[in-house]
């Protein structure tokens, strides 16, 4: 089964060795995405970037970085997403937090509707 529809596409946008209550924040964040109950949540993790700071991060084989930039997305309605924000603002300390319209296709296995 096939739907489209427009949405908000949540972007946050750390560093690998930020935490929160001992944990990584990534993960803090895509617990607290699960726990509102928004459609998903995927972290990836950059090769290289730098931030506010203009600090360069790497992973190269001399530079033993361990503050990788993490990028996390969120797709959901925008209600969902506006109302996942306050959550954000008590977990991310230091960050960049971006919101784009986007169309969304969405699949989905079983007997289509009638």
Do not use: C, N, W
């Not at 089964?1 to 209550?21: P, Q, Y």
């Not at 990584?24 to 459609?39: C, N, Q």
Request: charged residues 25%; negative net charge.
């Amino acid at each position: 089964m096939k739907s489209e529809s427009t949405g908000k596409l949540l972007r946050v946008f750390i560093g690998e060795s930020d935490r929160h209550g001992g944990q990584p924040l990534y993960t803090a964040i895509v617990e607290r995405a699960r726990k509102a109950g928004l459609g998903g949540a995927t972290v990836f993790k950059g090769i290289e970037g730098f931030g506010g700071h203009s600090v360069v991060h790497a992973a190269r084989v001399f530079d033993m970085s361990t503050d990788l930039p993490v990028l996390i997305e969120m797709v959901d309605s925008e209600e969902k997403i506006r109302a996942f924000i306050p959550v954000l603002d008590d977990l991310v300390h230091e960050g960049l937090i971006t919101l784009e319209t986007v169309e969304v296709i969405r699949y989905k296995s079983g007997e289509p509707e009638a």
